[in-house]
């Protein structure tokens, strides 16, 4: 059971906009950044949002992300092929003292 | 350019132990907390430990404590993680991945290519 609540898969037409969310708690999110890691089939993941909102060079601005009290989302537009993958959201836990994961949502473009 | 690569995966019984290596390049690997994530067979990524960049801080998951050692060298610019009384559950893909400046964090970047265990009798 992770700390972080996901779900585990989304779907949409090339094209489209996705939406996927991020929940947690006071001790995690809500006094926390947020941050989103991408892991396309068969690779490490790698870094998609950092601080909530802010994306490495070489993400396109198709991807987006905001946090909002113990819910963060991260959002597609334009979606493309490239971006079937898995998405997972992570943040520090003040109680755990430890960075925590969602569970991962499996993204599908139909 | 910033690369790290893990080494020292295989097949273990249940009971036995493993030391993984991740080197690094490309950075200060002094300057940086450093952590190893795992991530089962199917499953999800999970944080295993942290260490902080002179080695005086660290933290494990509770899967984890008692059991594996995070540690790292400086002068060689590498870390380690000595996992021991292995279990099944303990079967997964280890990353290891370079965290924050000053302060552990959430912000992995980069990753490893990640090296297999296997703990199966």
């Known amino acids: 059971q992770s700390v972080l609540t996901q779900p585990p898969s989304a779907s949409a037409t090339p094209g489209q906009r996705v939406t996927i969310s991020c929940s947690g708690g006071?001790?995690?999110?809500?006094?926390?950044?947020i941050y989103w890691y991408q892991q396309l089939p068969g690779t490490a993941p790698k870094v998609l949002i950092y601080?909530?909102?802010q994306r490495p060079s070489g993400v396109p601005d198709r991807f987006s992300g905001s946090k909002s009290g113990t819910s963060a989302s991260l959002a597609i537009s334009g979606l493309r092929s490239e971006d079937e993958a898995d998405y997972y959201c992570?943040?520090?836990?003040?109680?755990?003292?430890?960075?925590?994961f969602g569970g991962g949502t499996q993204l599908t473009v139909l | 350019q910033v690369q790290l690569v893990e080494s020292g995966g295989g097949l273990v019984k249940p009971g036995g132990s493993l030391r993984l290596s991740c080197a690094a390049s490309?950075?200060?690997?002094?300057?940086?907390?450093m952590s190893w994530i795992r991530q089962a067979p199917g499953k999800g990524l999970e944080w295993v430990s942290y260490i902080s960049g002179s080695s005086t801080y660290t933290n494990y998951a509770d899967s984890v404590k008692g059991r594996f050692t995070i540690s790292r060298d400086n002068a060689k610019k590498s870390l380690y993680l000595q996992m021991n009384s292995l279990r099944a559950e303990d079967t997964a893909v280890y990353y290891c991945?370079?965290?924050?400046?000053?302060?552990?964090?959430?912000?992995?970047?980069?990753w490893g290519q990640g090296t297999l265990v296997t703990v199966s009798s």
């Open positions: 991945a370079r965290m924050g400046v000053g302060a552990p964090s959430s912000w992995f970047d980069p």
């Open positions: 601080r909530n909102n």
């Open positions: 490309g950075f200060t690997f002094s300057d940086y907390y």
């Open positions: 006071s001790s995690n999110i809500g006094s926390n950044n």
């Open positions: 992570a943040t520090w836990d003040d109680s755990l003292r430890g960075p925590v």
